[in-house]
């Protein structure tokens, strides 16, 4: 692990000019960006190819032996490619960026060679250096594919983000699994609403009577939101806080207004904010249940931290 990351900051302190140069290649491209390599390299190098695809430059990966075969009619005018090898003396890179070099296709290495025949055919080179493998007789490819790792993923991060790439372009390319469940607005996973099984009662009634109006409803979450007479969000008393009254005061807690026992302005979440950022709340504050309203303050549900553990998102 030591070599590793001794690895990726000796290629970080190697960045130079080229490393802009490779961001602009990219950003200009009207292509597709076309990432290549064998062997550990190209193992990376499919990653790469993977990362900048879902944060919004169109990529595939092909193999440099393969490409020779056949492959090389996936290329189209416009495209640019990305070739990796820590030697930069890889055969089969070597064969793929010669031809690349004769069409005219711009090309980036990343390698630990910026001398080798592949830094010299290419337009950009991002070197990695001379790197020690963590392998005992640095043999195996080890700290020479973490660090290409790293420099992979600092290029298309920073394409990224000169791109202006959002949260909800992110969503929008990872529509499934826990990522995308991750980026859906509040408002979409809410079970627990309003007027269908979610009680709201206002300041001015007794604990007694909330519970009375909480019973009509008979799957219902934990917790009864309280509200202003204009309707707005003013409080929120929880299952726990109810058990925790009665073990302090007894049942003359049940004739209290709930103005006098709630959770004054609680931590809220907005309608349209995303599942990620409730769910650091609720890690944060050690939240149970999160009241949520709309743009006025007008309460349309409560999120359960059951719903996130039934969106497979938090663990129970």
């Known amino acids: ?51 900048l695809a879902s944060t919004g430059t169109p990529s595939h990966f ?17 495209d640019i490619a990305v070739l990796l090898s820590n030697s930069g003396n890889t055969d089969e890179v070597i064969s793929l960026a010669a031809v690349l070099r004769q069409d005219e296709v711009a090309m980036i290495a990343i390698t630990g060679n910026k001398n080798s025949a592949l830094g010299r055919l290419s337009s950009a080179v991002l070197n990695l250096g001379r790197t020690e493998e963590a392998c005992p007789y640095n043999l195996a490819p080890t700290a020479s594919t973490a660090a290409m790792l790293a420099i992979g993923d600092a290029l298309a991060l920073c394409v990224s983000n000169a791109r202006s790439f959002t949260a909800q372009d992110f969503h929008k390319y990872h529509p499934g699994g826990a990522l995308g469940k991750r980026m859906l607005p509040i408002r979409d996973v809410l079970r627990f609403l309003v007027g269908k099984n979610t009680a709201i009662v206002t300041e001015d009634k007794t604990v007694r009577q909330m519970l009375e109006i909480a019973e009509q409803y008979p799957r219902r979450c934990g917790a009864v939101l309280i509200t202003r007479d204009n309707g707005t969000l003013s409080g929120i008393i929880t299952d726990s806080d109810l058990r925790r009254l009665i073990v302090q005061h007894g049942l003359t807690t049940l004739d209290s207004r709930v103005e006098q026992v709630m ?47 039934a969106l497979k998102v938090i663990d129970e």
Do not use: W
């Open 62 to 78: 092909i193999h440099a032996a393969e490409a020779m075969h056949g492959d090389l009619g996936r290329l189209r005018r416009g």
């Open 1 to 51: 692990m030591l070599q590793e990351s001794a690895a990726i900051e000796r290629a970080a302190k190697l960045l130079s000019g080229d490393f802009e140069k490779a961001v602009d290649l990219i950003l200009n491209c009207t292509g597709n960006v076309i990432v290549s390599g064998v062997g550990k390299s190209g193992l990376i190098g499919a990653k790469l190819s993977a990362t």
């Open 263 to 309: 959770t004054v302005n609680p931590i809220h979440a907005l309608s349209y904010d995303l599942v990620k950022d409730v769910l650091q709340v609720i890690r944060e504050h050690r939240l149970d249940e999160v009241p949520v309203v709309d743009d006025s303050g007008y309460p349309i549900g409560v999120l359960d931290v059951q719903d996130l553990i």
